[in-house]
């Protein structure tokens, strides 16, 4: 079956420290990628996404690129800020027909805390 | 207006106990789904519907029955309740037929905590 893998956390940066966020996939045929991001105390929300091999996705500042021989979709931001403290979900779409369309399979969560 | 909506958004309540949660979506979409976090943020699929057909039903305890009455609602109940279902249960919308499809929008969470 599908399944997604983040690193490790909690990670914790200074302000305008680069991030990266790790997060590698397993998947039958070409599914979706995205990241979502949850801020405390509310639901996800979409951050970016890529539908195919090499597509960069990029939302306010954060960067991923589908990389298939690699099987990843590293998520980086070059300055982060405070406001961006969050958990940050990896997660793939099936894009097969059949029960398991539009399923979502998540990684299980990077915490990102960023200090002043 | 809140694009996707549940309610409540606090709920606490005793072990055995029978709960309902409700979901509603003003974007259109015809696909709902129900997913539960953990105390570990881990998130999980448990149900999914499809122009109030069920498609997703992942291995769920028989306790917890999704209803849907229309494509903009989707109420999830939950039979004699254990210490266990404690967890944050999100709605989310999408719409399957569109050039975004798989993109789902999500509630802000029930939290439940069982005593």
């Known amino acids: 079956g599908n399944s997604v893998t983040q690193m490790e956390g909690p990670v914790t940066l200074s302000e305008e420290a680069f991030l990266t966020i790790n997060c590698t996939y397993t998947?039958?045929?070409?599914?979706?990628l995205f990241w979502y991001v949850q801020y405390p105390g509310e639901g996800l929300q979409l951050l970016l996404k890529?539908?195919?091999?090499?597509d960069k996705g990029s939302n306010k500042g954060f960067e991923a690129t589908y990389r298939k021989e690699t099987t990843s979709f590293h998520l980086e931001k070059g300055s982060v800020q405070v406001s961006d403290s969050a958990v940050y979900f990896c997660a793939l779409s099936d894009r097969g027909g059949g029960t398991s369309y539009g399923k979502l399979t998540f990684g299980q969560g990077t915490i990102l805390t960023v200090h002043p | 207006d809140t694009a996707v909506s549940q309610t409540p958004k606090y709920l606490v309540t005793q072990m055995g106990n029978d709960k309902s949660i409700k979901c509603e979506q003003n974007?259109?979409?015809?696909?709902m789904y129900w997913y539960k976090q953990d105390s570990k943020k881990f998130l999980k699929i448990m149900f999914s519907y499809n122009n109030k057909e069920l498609i997703i039903n992942e291995t769920v305890p028989n306790r917890f029955s999704p209803k849907s009455p229309d494509k903009a609602h989707l109420n999830l109940h939950i039979n004699s309740l254990e210490l266990g279902d404690s967890a944050v249960y999100f709605c989310?919308?999408?719409?399957?037929?569109?050039?975004?499809?798989?993109?789902?929008?999500f509630g802000a969470g029930t939290r439940l905590s069982v005593l």
């Open positions: 989310a919308s999408s719409r399957r037929t569109s050039g975004d499809k798989n993109i789902q929008y």
């Open positions: 998947a039958t045929g070409y599914p979706s």
């Open positions: 974007l259109g979409h015809d696909t």
């Open positions: 890529a539908t195919k091999a090499d």
